[in-house]
């Protein structure tokens, strides 16, 4: 495990609680790829990044390796990082049993530990509003993008919007939490409001002050990625932001 100098109270909550989920996550991630929502997601990413080319990717937070291990098997060059160990062993394992060829490190997302301009596209899903710092995450994001390169962040304003009211099946991730890190969350989540504006405007925002050039946001992709209510299916409404430098 590569060691930190300082891990902010937050960032250790964070990792504690998402080491706890990794295996099932792996699990339920790797299904997804065998879904239709793979093909799903690929089509928003062919919204944003270059068709023509092999591309030097990093999935930002990769978790158990979704996006990387989709993106390598189309045939990118992609690196993906997360904080959490555990996950990085369940991305490192995704991949080998996809038989795709993707590099893994443990790293935080805040302090990348590339040179500059390193990437054609970065991609993340569900992890900015985690982020304590997300001034910084932008600024070092920039900072790792190649000109002409875009980021491509898939979240939610999780701190703030209330999750739809829906019966959510058996088999969802969120019936399947034990109550001890549901209440984890919850708590991380409420702390982690006291970092954020309003979402997406504030991520805006920061991605000006970052230096990128232009930017869109998109909050029809929730209509498009989860039009049943499934194992899959978020309650919070996903947006897009699309930044290139």
């Known amino acids: 495990m590569e060691e930190y100098r300082y891990m902010e109270p937050i960032k250790q909550e964070v990792l504690h609680y998402w080491a706890q989920r990794a295996d099932a996550f792996e699990t339920q991630r790797l299904r997804e790829f065998e879904s239709e929502k793979r093909q799903r997601w690929m089509m928003e990413f062919q919204r944003y990044i270059p068709q023509d080319r092999r591309l030097k990717v990093l999935d930002i937070g990769t978790g158990t390796g979704f996006f990387a291990c ?3 098997a189309e045939g990118h060059e992609v690196t993906g990082i997360d904080l959490t160990p555990e996950m990085i062993c369940g991305a490192r394992s995704t991949a080998e049993k996809l ?16 040179e500059d301009e390193s990437f054609d596209v970065l991609v993340t899903r569900n992890l900015t509003w985690t982020l304590p710092n997300m001034d910084k995450a932008y600024r070092e994001w920039h900072r790792l993008l190649c000109p002409g390169g ?9 701190c703030r919007a ?9 088999n969802h991730a969120h019936k399947l ?6 209440r984890e969350n919850e708590v991380i989540t409420m702390e982690l409001s006291a970092y954020q504006m309003p979402r997406p405007q504030w991520d805006v925002q920061l991605l000006v002050e970052a230096g990128f050039e232009r930017i869109s946001v998109d909050m ?8 049943e209510i499934d194992e899959f299916y978020n309650p919070a409404s996903i947006f897009t932001i699309a930044a290139w430098k």
């Open 220 to 227: 029809g992709v929730y209509r498009r990625i989860y039009r």
């Open 99 to 114: 038989g795709v060829d993707a590099q893994f490190r443990v790293m935080d997302a805040e302090e990348p530990d590339f």
């Open 150 to 158: 875009v980021l491509v962040n898939f979240d939610a304003d999780y």
């Open 177 to 182: 939490i034990p109550d001890h890190l549901q």
């Open 162 to 170: 209330a999750e739809e009211e829906v019966e959510l099946p058996e």
């Open 70 to 72: 989709m993106l390598a």
